[in-house]
């Protein structure tokens, strides 16, 4: 409604009225000023009536939305559910065109806008959570591991057909993997150099890998950050400064590192001091929306702005608006005081989870393993116990007491296949690991009820656990049995 609109309306309703609802009015128009202005997260959260208003107004611009429109062509955006479309807020043109995912749409200059308007808040908000030198951000329609597959095909472009290795210290994540290989590239795994509890980067091992198969046939190395304990964020500055001087592509996979200060601290320093073309982060786990987009950034103006650049063109025809949508509303409901606040609970929360796991580990004679560059996800002894059941069968019991996230890994002979590759004790990030354990994390959105809550499920789940007897020998074992005199001094049978 203009001013025009209000004027007339004056002559049906009081003025005093009227022009109260226009005052209002303008105030949110000012937002949606200042939103296009700086293209940045405000500064104050916006309530629903606000973030409705400019959806509606953004789907309004597209030309499904036109009164007298008379569209003849194969999409033209028609949603037969109601359902369907309000959930999407009359935005069906989804992004992007053919040649590239942030190219304008004629007909949705709307969804357009609104998708501009949203890599520049999700580079916003990752610049707030620790990368202040970031250049700029791409928003996704898929999740992580597709996102990575995508940029490791747009980094192909660039590099050239010979470069098809990817040097990748090792994380038991599947998804890593399958993009490597979706990407059409060859994996060189380096595996991970145990340092007290932790395992670490082995630089020097990355680095051999390379010369082996000549600097101008590696594609990128291809890091890690956020992970399961006890694997420590990859030593980012140090593998940064050796692809700056072997002029090797770096590519990061921060997948729910934007929460964690270390982690974005990394990407920075790596960033500016030596060479880190791009990192990549799932929407979900770091924005607290549902599956399906990640982020891709960059801090680096020489290599990265031309990745993200043929990433955009790389990317086959239009895409769903849904996860950018969700992104969307999701940053302009926090604000900027939400996102900081959102990223500060966590930190607090940090510390005392951190002592609790500790303390019940303790009580039950286990121990919080020592992994000082994970601060999300942390790992305990898993000992004795059971019964004689397997040591992954207390994640079952875990499961059932409703702690979800829980991760049980006990040293293990097997081998697992994983795009061609076979790992010993998969799911470690070793061929060995000393000891079992399981995990836990606190991340972002946990509350401090949820923290009560584990941990007294917790401890009652350790007691029973360490409560279990082996079963009885089968009848008949024991009258068979005798002792090394009786054998001569011979092994017992």
Same mark, same amino acid.
């Given at each position: ?172 994540? =599947? ?284 401890? =009652?789940?350790?007691?029973?656990? =360490? ?27």
């Amino acid at each position: 409604m203009n001013d025009d609109v209000f004027t007339l309306a004056e002559g049906l309703v009081s003025q005093n009225y009227v022009r109260q609802a226009q005052q209002a009015r303008r105030h949110r128009e000012s937002l949606f000023k200042s939103l296009l202005a700086q293209r940045r997260l405000p500064d104050h959260g916006w309530d629903e009536g606000t973030l409705r208003l400019l959806l509606q107004e953004l789907a309004l611009m597209d030309s499904n939305a036109f009164a007298g429109n008379a569209g003849v062509g194969e999409r033209e955006a028609r949603v037969i559910c109601p359902l369907v479309a309000s959930r999407h807020f009359g935005l069906g043109h989804g992004i992007g065109r053919s040649g590239d995912i942030a190219e304008e749409q004629p007909k949705a200059a709307g969804s357009s806008l609104l998708y501009k308007l949203t890599n520049a808040l999700a580079a916003d908000a990752i610049k707030r959570a620790g990368a202040a030198d970031i250049k700029e951000a791409l928003v996704l329609p898929v999740a992580t591991g597709m996102s990575v597959a995508l940029t490791l095909l747009a980094l192909r472009k660039l590099r050239g057909p010979k470069a098809k290795y990817v040097v990748w210290p090792r994380i038991d994540q =599947k998804s890593c993997l399958k993009a490597v290989s979706t990407a059409g590239a060859t994996p060189l795994v380096v595996e991970n150099i145990l340092e007290g509890d932790e395992l670490r980067t082995d630089v020097d091992g990355v680095r051999k890998r390379i010369l082996e198969v000549g600097a101008e046939n590696v594609l990128c190395v291809l890091s890690t950050t956020s992970c399961f304990a006890p694997r420590g964020v990859d030593k980012l500055l140090d593998l940064g400064r050796l692809c700056l001087e072997l002029d090797v592509p770096h590519i990061c996979n921060n997948a729910y590192g934007v929460q964690c200060k270390q982690c974005m601290k990394g990407i920075s320093s790596a960033s500016r001091h030596g060479r880190l073309d791009a990192f990549v982060q799932s929407t979900d786990k770091n924005f607290l929306v549902p599956v399906g987009g990640a982020v891709v950034a960059t801090c680096s103006s020489t290599h990265g702005k031309a990745l993200l650049s043929k990433l955009s063109a790389t990317y086959p025809g239009r895409a769903s608006v849904a996860p950018i949508l969700d992104l969307f509303c999701t940053l302009l409901h926090l604000g900027a005081d939400g996102w900081s606040g959102l990223l500060a609970k966590r930190e607090a929360l940090l510390p005392s989870f951190k002592e609790r796991l500790s303390a019940v580990a303790h009580a039950h004679g286990e121990r919080l393993l020592a992994t000082p560059h994970n601060t999300i996800s942390m790992a305990v002894t898993l000992t004795s116990g059971g019964g004689g059941k397997p040591m992954t069968a207390m994640g079952a019991q875990l499961w059932v007491r409703l702690i979800s996230g829980a991760r049980i890994v006990a040293p293990t002979t097997k081998t697992k296949e994983v795009s061609g590759i076979h790992f010993p004790n998969y799911g470690a990030h070793c061929d060995s690991y000393p000891v079992a354990y399981f995990t836990a994390a606190c991340a972002l959105g946990a509350t401090e009820a949820e923290a009560d809550l584990f941990f007294k499920k917790l401890d =009652k789940t350790l007691k029973e656990w =360490k409560k279990m007897k082996p079963p009885p020998p089968p009848k008949g074992v024991a009258e068979s049995t005798t002792t090394t005199e009786e054998n001569g001094g011979g092994s017992a049978v």
